[in-house]
């Protein structure tokens, strides 16, 4: 059986399950896509790995612990030894170091290797407060300035979104998509965006190309059925679970428990 969702699965956001469906989406991603672009274009997948380290403070209050002794009689010719005790130390923690494999799928000129395109499908690395978002909005910044189009895929509900034009105003939605192309001869850089709904099936998504070749149509919501009937989910989910964190806006929550029970007793 399909998902039951018309467009991304929240449930596919379970820790458990993105870095499969990441892995898978990016792939799938440049295979359609060098269906539609070759010869003259071709897609790859570029795999960066970043290492996060995870300190969890245990705190621990020690007191070192009284002892008596009592001194005997020195052995001629032999000095004493002091006693010195060494104290746990107050605090211990436990240090985990991850990997996290990032994917984006890059657009190349085939005769030149030139980039064209950067669609960068964001991770929970990329809008999670620290190293990663300011990672990824530097690097972002940076193919803002290039000649290179990008494409931005957020299928993650948690996490802050990194572009400021889809902070202000927020936007009422589950996922972005986001296309912003080079425009050499203008100042300025438009975003084109669009917000989707989890009761929506994802849009084509554009993927500009150099002109005056058209833009390449993406069909991503047939990209996420065609994964998620491969990979194994319809018998991997459970849909009896809550969804995957964070909360449903209420209206979302109302919609998927109704959308559940009907797809349960179909």
Do not use: C
């Amino acid at each position: 059986m399909p998902s039951p969702f018309p467009g991304m699965d929240p449930y596919l956001e379970d820790k458990s399950i993105w870095p499969g469906f990441h892995h898978r989406l990016a792939d799938e991603i440049a295979d359609r896509l060098n269906a539609l672009i070759g010869p003259k274009y071709y897609a790859d997948v570029d795999v960066h790995t970043v290492f996060e380290e995870i300190s969890i403070a245990v705190p621990r209050v020690t007191y070192p612990d009284v002892g008596v002794f009592e001194k005997g009689p020195a052995e001629p010719h032999q000095a004493s030894p002091s006693a010195v005790q060494v104290s746990p130390a107050p605090v211990q923690r436990v240090v985990t170091v991850g990997q996290t494999k990032l994917r984006a799928v890059r657009v190349y000129l085939t005769e030149t290797d030139e980039l064209v395109t950067s669609i960068e499908i964001l991770s929970p690395y990329n809008k999670r407060p620290g190293d990663g978002l300011e990672s990824y909005r530097r690097k972002r910044a940076q193919l803002l300035l290039s000649a290179v189009h990008l494409v931005e895929i957020d299928l993650l509900r948690g996490g802050e979104r990194p572009g400021r034009e889809v902070q202000e105003p927020p936007l009422e939605a589950e996922y972005i998509l986001l296309v912003n192309r080079a425009r050499p001869d203008k100042p300025e850089r438009i975003s084109e965006i669009w917000p989707v709904a989890l009761n929506e099936p994802l849009p084509p998504l554009p993927v500009p190309l150099l002109p005056p070749d058209p833009d390449a149509v993406l069909d991503l919501n047939a990209a996420v059925r065609a994964i998620y009937a491969r990979a194994g989910y319809e018998w991997r989910i459970d849909y009896g679970r809550p969804v995957p964190p964070p909360d449903l806006r209420p209206e979302m929550a109302r919609w998927v428990e109704e959308r559940l029970r009907t797809d349960e007793e179909a």
